[in-house]
């Protein structure tokens, strides 16, 4: 980290000439709770240790520049006529930050901003929050503002929503600025009032990356995502005090059954179901349960697969391998889906031996080469200090 830091320091100075202020903030992976966070629901993740880097300094002509040095590229923007105009590109998501604080009527000075990073891209980590929350640290950094962490994580969801076109909920802005280390984070993505839940020093979360590449930007996400909207409609319609999925029960669903899709009812049977495993994984947790946490890591795989139809046969297979092992207590597909990456809790002692079998068998099954990460639940966003330090 250390490295990292003095390189995107030492970078910023040499492109720019100035020092900067240097912000970081962390990758995440969700252990169950998947796609209940748009329907006010429930989400278990954590963050993890990768990172975005930004580098943020003043300039006198009013431009945002932004400079990413993983595409060695820079962009800038003319602050007071900034409109949203989505390009496409990486630089739709430091651009839309930056429109999403001036929509909220932050004033910001001209800025120099240098971003880089190490989250996989396309694996379901999310890279894309973590460049937003990255970013926005950095600008309100600048402009000395300081703001709760549910403003920073609703700022950047709005950039992705508005500005980049991904209609994904606040899970993964919300835990990669607010994560606390060695504590997965509880999040009632109603009320944005969560909960810190410590794991057993005797587990490791292994994330394993089928290298199917997942884009919440593009197709599938947003089809599921309607499908889920018109039952939850429905569902308010048909049922008084239902205002979103999260209110209803498999009865409220059962009695709406014929009025909907069957697409839809799958979803949102997935949906309803989900959301009471994340509360049977809390106590899991909280008595210690491990093997409990895994029965209910594969019961939300299977319902990803079946009900919400977000699975592939890819991360299927490693969900197989990964149970066939006796080291491993649940594993299933984290994150948007039709890809990306598997999440498995493992003995700790054991993790490397996991991680080597299940590469091995992977790829005798698939001719894939997985990527697998041994993971510790990390900070979320942080300011570096600019000597020393982290
Ligand atoms: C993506 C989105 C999140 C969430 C997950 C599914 O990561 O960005 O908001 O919907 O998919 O749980």
Redesign the pocket.
């Known amino acids: 980290m250390k490295v990292e830091k003095e390189r995107a320091l030492q970078e910023h100075r040499l492109r720019f000439g100035h020092e900067g202020l240097i912000y970081a903030a962390p990758a995440r992976v ?1 252990l169950i ?6 329907t006010g629901g429930l ?1 278990m993740p954590m963050a993890i240790d990768f990172k975005t880097i930004a580098v943020v300094s003043g300039r006198q002509d009013g431009l945002a520049v932004f400079y990413s040095a993983n595409y060695e590229e820079e962009v800038s923007f003319e602050i007071a006529s900034l409109a949203r105009a989505a390009s496409g590109r990486w630089s739709d998501y430091p651009a839309g930050v930056l429109w999403s604080l001036l929509e909220a009527g932050i004033s910001m000075a001209g800025c120099n901003v240098s971003l880089m990073g190490n989250v996989p891209l396309g694996a ?1 980590l ?1 890279s ?2 973590s460049i937003e929350v990255a970013t926005a640290m950095a600008l309100l950094g600048h402009s000395g503002i300081e703001l709760p962490l549910e403003k920073v994580a609703t700022l950047c969801r709005r950039a ?1 929503n508005e500005y980049v076109g ?1 209609k ?5 802005q919300f835990v990669v600025a607010g994560a606390v280390a060695h504590r997965a984070m509880l999040l009632d993505c109603r009320s944005l009032s969560f909960e810190l839940l410590p794991l057993p020093d005797q587990v490791r979360v292994v994330i394993c990356n089928s290298m199917v590449k997942h884009a ?1 930007a593009t197709g599938e ?1 947003g089809n599921r995502r309607d499908e889920v909207e018109v039952g939850q409609d429905i569902l308010r319609r048909e049922r008084p005090g239902i205002e979103l999925l999260r209110d209803a029960t498999l009865e409220d669903l059962e009695v709406c059954k014929g009025k909907m899709t069957e697409e839809s009812f799958s979803r949102c049977r997935h949906i309803i179901t989900e959301n009471e495993r994340v509360l049977d994984a809390r106590k899991a947790l909280l008595d210690g349960d491990m093997g409990k946490f895994g029965e209910l890591m594969v019961l939300a795989h299977e319902s990803m697969r079946d009900d919400f139809a977000a699975s592939c046969p890819e991360i299927d297979g490693l969900v197989r391998i990964a149970m066939e092992q006796q080291s491993c207590f649940g594993a299933r597909i984290t ?3 039709f890809g990306g990456c598997t999440v498995n809790v493992v003995r700790a002692d054991k993790a490397e031996r996991f991680v080597e079998t299940l590469k091995r068998e992977y790829s005798t099954s698939t001719g894939i080469q997985a990527e697998c990460f041994v993971c510790e639940p990390s900070d979320g966003a942080l300011e570096l200090a600019a000597k020393g330090g982290a």
């Open positions: 969700n709770g998947e796609h209940t966070d748009y989400v379901g999310s894309s929050a992705e991904a994904s909920g606040i899970m993964d919440v996400y994150g948007g889906g």
